[in-house]
């Protein structure tokens, strides 16, 4: 997407205005940094998650935090993924608590599953005061990922549809960002076949790619809402054809409630088990 030096420059201002993004403070471990903003989120908690560094880390140098539950050589590999909008504080949270259910092993699953959780896609945006959408070069990550024709039908529908709202700025191209190089990367290497995206706040359970979708997960109904130039459900559920759940949960600032959250887990665990098969035996 060509942009002209003014509107590039009146983007990185706006972005700018809208939050002051802190740098990476050294020797604060992650719960140091996230706990405080996260609803319902102790810091036992998300000690006990046992986040481990991925190496990536955002344009700010925030480490981007993950943590695997799970055989290795598992048949079966899911990819959880919270917060790639940062103001989405809830979705973060949800992904804290269901680290903590995957680690208890409640439910026996017909094969082995290797999880994977990145509670945080986002953190710079997470951090930023007030929490931003966007991460800190005012670029919408979930519109960053090289769907085809990004160029053209990216630019033209943050023009014409989202009338140049700079929180859904997808960026001067795609995987511009080293926050969406990540997932893709992620998708490449660890190579899931089933991404579960938590979102917030419409209340609703979207789907895209092969398989049959889930009816509801808790009390959140399928209600397929389309898809989006360069978003993670149209690259990788469409073009990729990796089964890609969207959880939009009711609120961005508090959680549902923990009953709620371990419904919604064992929901996805019984549909996981039945319709994704993962490798051949």
Known sequence: MKKSGGLFAALLLAAAAQAEVPRVLPGKSACERMVRRLPNVTAPLCEASRLVESGARSVNGTPIYLRDIGA??????????????????SAASVALHWIQLAAQEQVRMPQEVHWRF??????????AQ??????AHGVDLNRNFPTPDWERDAASYWQQRTHKDPRRWPGPKPLSEPESRFLHEQMQSFRPHLIVAIHAPYGVLDFDGPSVPPSRLGRLYLDQVGIFPGSLGNYGGVHKGVPVVTIELPHALRTPLDAEMRQMWL??????AAKIPGDPR
């Open 267 to 272: 929901d996805l665990l019984r549909w996981t």
């Open 118 to 127: 990145v509670p945080v896609l986002n953190p710079d945006g997470l951090l």
């Open 130 to 135: 007030p929490p931003t959408r966007t991460n």
């Open 72 to 89: 290795e050589h598992a048949k079966l590999r899911v990819l959880v993924t919270g917060a790639i909008h940062g103001d989405e504080l």
